[in-house]
């Protein structure tokens, strides 16, 4: 997974079968402009379609594409990457070619190199040729390996351990809850369960038996209101202790993160409750609120989401738990707290949090998605 920043607002993120052009706002979700994968159409958003006289489907087919073309424009003195296009498509808007990316800079050889890593990404991702006007340009090397926090990791309410494995050494992921989870919740119920009881049988007592009630002391007018006033609080219980139940009922106890056929599955028991292709997924979102004013790094609030390609968001966990301490060994504390407010893309070396390193595991595991990191101060 590589991710190169084009301009301000915008960079690219791409592997070995999948190219990406996003946009970037400051404390706004990051939005996929365009997506090439091996082995499916290439995809792109409404405004892209109509800045560029595109189909307005948003996608256009593998066989109706030519070739990736990096050339150097004088009249914009800038590289411009672009894509060729079948006669039929080209025909409908008179031109058969269409940028992507323009890049522009004082010196040229810097977005060259750029632009063209760029350039070869692409075509390798669509699987077709790639073409320059410059000559000289090198394939790119292959990327070092991706350094990972090493399994299992501890989430507060949850734990990401490796699950079954192939011969080719990929496997599963498994992000299960821990039991006490459940044990909170049960305890919550008898708790509620224990004053209802209370407040009901006390009701029940006053309203069917001669019992003197309070003639002062109360902040109600009528002191007959008073075993009333039981009843609904025991009503009230009863729907603590009923959500409670639902909440069991509903929510996963585990997630499993297939990396070869790119899903991910929520399961309850042996009942799978969703599952998500990673065909639909644009990235792997994940938040924390981080204590400002703390003197160790503190995270209150947690979360893991996935950023659908509709613009909505599947969450996959969530820790409201307090973490003190909450860095991974060998990071330093002082740096971290200089670490900006806002939405930033997340690379595999600079996670610091066990809940970050689980995102980066998660992401890979579904094709090497790319990360992005909402951090907020509280």
Partial sequence: MTRIAVSENALVDYSSERWRLIKVEDRAAPKLVLEAKRDAPLRFDAYFAASRDLPESGEILRADLGQVVLGWSNESESWQLGLTLSPEISLARSSRWFEILRFTHPDPAIHEEKASRLGQALAQALDIPFASTEAGIQAEPEPEPIPLVDLPLHLGMWRLQPGDERSDGEGELRLLRETRWLHVRLRQ??????????????????????????????????????????????????????????????????????????????????????????????????????????RRPTIVHGEINLHLLDGSFRSLLIDREKILDALLPGNDPAAEKKRPEGVLALEPAEATTALQAAAIHIALGLGELPVWYDRRLR
Avoid: C, F, M
């Fill in 189 to 294: 119920i008898a708790w509620h369960g224990l004053w209802l009881l209370i407040y009901l049988g006390v009701s029940i007592a006053t309203l069917t038996h001669e019992l003197g009630l309070p003639i002062a002391g109360t902040l109600i007018p009528n002191p007959a209101w008073l075993p009333w006033l039981g009843l609904v609080v025991a009503a009230l219980l009863a729907l603590a202790i009923a959500r409670q139940i639902v909440i069991i009922l509903r929510e996963p106890d585990a997630l499993l993160i297939n990396p070869w056929e790119r899903t991910v599955g929520a399961w309850r028991g042996s009942k799978q409750l969703w599952k998500v292709k990673a065909g639909s997924v644009q990235s792997v979102y994940v938040s924390e609120v981080v204590k400002k004013r703390a």
